[in-house]
Nanobody, 129 residues
Framework: QVQLVESGGGLVQAGGSLRLSCAAS????????MGWFRQAPGKEREFVAA????????YYADSVEGRFTISRDNAKNTGYLQMNSLKLEESAVYYC??????????????????????WGQGTQVTVSS
């Protein structure tokens, strides 16, 4: 099992950028797929992006495609989410997740919360203006 801690959240103006980090410890990070989810008040937790164990494949929700970039540095046991052109409606708590059960590629295997068995506590992102 791996423990995850998100950081990098904060206040940003609409159209601005923010980079979130997900620090992993207590396990072999490279053996886990990694995903980012977000949850706004009164809404369901939704998939944002995911990356395969080696970083060779990425998946994005349609709503963030082209604006967000997920990456990972297994040597540093850290995952990242670069968010550009942020929109007001993207204010949410952003969660990092690591999954050990993903066996195949494909969006359908990564977008579901069921793929992930380790979750961080979340970091707040507030988009203003």
């Amino acid at each position: 099992q791996v423990q995850l801690v998100e950081s990098g959240g904060g206040l940003v103006q609409a159209g601005g950028s923010l980079r979130l980090s997900c620090a992993a410890s207590g396990g072999t990070f490279s053996t886990y797929a990694m995903g980012w989810f977000r949850q706004a008040p009164g809404k369901e937790r939704e998939f944002v992006a995911a990356i395969t164990r080696s970083g060779g494949g990425t998946y994005y929700a349609d709503s963030v495609e082209g604006r967000f970039t997920i990456s990972r540095d297994n040597a540093k046991n850290t995952g990242y989410l670069q968010m550009n052109s942020l929109k007001l409606e993207e204010s949410a708590v952003y969660y990092c997740a690591a999954g050990s059960r993903v066996l195949y590629g494909g969006y359908s295997n990564y977008y579901t919360r069921r793929a992930y068995d380790n979750w961080g506590q979340g970091t707040q992102v507030t988009v203003s203006s």
